[in-house]
């Protein structure tokens, strides 16, 4: 970070001021953080527009296409276009994350005879091999095994990983040890996430390692755990996490 893209971050708040001091983490310039704010807001009544569900499929193209003819979200701009592209098509391994590509194409679609929606929980898997993993799950493990995220397209992986940056005063480092940039994402391609029912978000925490669903989970010999403790994609532990195998 250079002495200006401090000062500038210096003005808004003295304890970001501090974060910043504390380690050596990329941080956004300002400019981008700005830009970065409006992109978030965005996404999320695009996200409102569209529903939550059809939101797991949408194109950005087609994110564009609304985002233009629905005054109530609003054109995206070109500075907001040009760092969306740049969020998708960047290196991350500047921000410790050392995972493979798994979408090449910003504007990827996904077919909506490849996927099932899952009943009760407003997300999508793939057929075919993660839809037989998902319901051997339900089978082997109970009831109480729920799809906590499917699949998820370019956008909406965008998203979380926007609005994960945004929580996070524009630390671009901890925001890719959490959340996989939206070229990176297996759940564009194959993997899901899963979680025990009426645990919420604590689903999304290393707590998910202590219940008996993940226990049962270990013990499965046709799905892997994608992110394991200290992997080397540089990603946290993520026990909840479904590898399609």
């Avoid at 590509?101 to 009760?120: A, D, E, G, L």
Wanted: with cysteine; aromatic share 14%; proline share 3%.
């Amino acid at each position: 970070m250079n002495r200006r893209s401090f000062l500038q971050y210096a003005t808004l708040s003295p304890l970001f001021t501090t974060q910043l001091l504390a380690n050596d983490d990329v941080y956004l310039s300002i400019e981008d953080f700005t830009t970065l704010t409006m992109i978030n807001t965005k996404l999320k009544k695009l996200k409102r527009y569209v529903g939550f569900a059809n939101f797991n499929l949408l194109s950005y193209e087609d994110a564009l296409f609304y985002a233009r003819n629905y005054t109530k979200i609003g054109s995206f701009s070109k500075s907001e276009r040009d760092l969306i592209e740049q969020l998708f098509y960047e290196d991350p391994t500047k921000y410790g994350f050392y995972g493979s590509t798994t979408c090449v194409n910003i504007n990827n679609k996904v077919s909506v005879n490849s996927v099932i929606k899952i009943p009760n929980t407003g997300h999508y898997l793939y057929r075919y091999k993660p839809l037989a993993d998902y319901e051997s799950l339900k089978q082997d493990i109970g009831s109480s095994l729920i799809l906590t995220s499917g699949v998820r397209n370019v956008v909406k992986q965008l998203s979380l990983y926007v609005n994960k940056i945004c929580r996070l005063n524009g630390n671009m480092t901890k925001a890719s040890l959490s959340i996989a940039p939206p070229a990176y994402s297996y759940h564009t391609i194959s993997d899901f996430d899963v979680g025990k029912i009426g645990w919420g978000y604590r689903n999304f925490t290393s707590d998910f390692a202590t219940t008996e669903e993940f226990e049962k989970m270990t013990y499965l010999n046709y799905i892997g755990m994608r992110y394991k403790k200290n992997n080397k994609d540089g990603v946290r532990y993520e026990p909840w996490h479904v590898e399609v195998i």
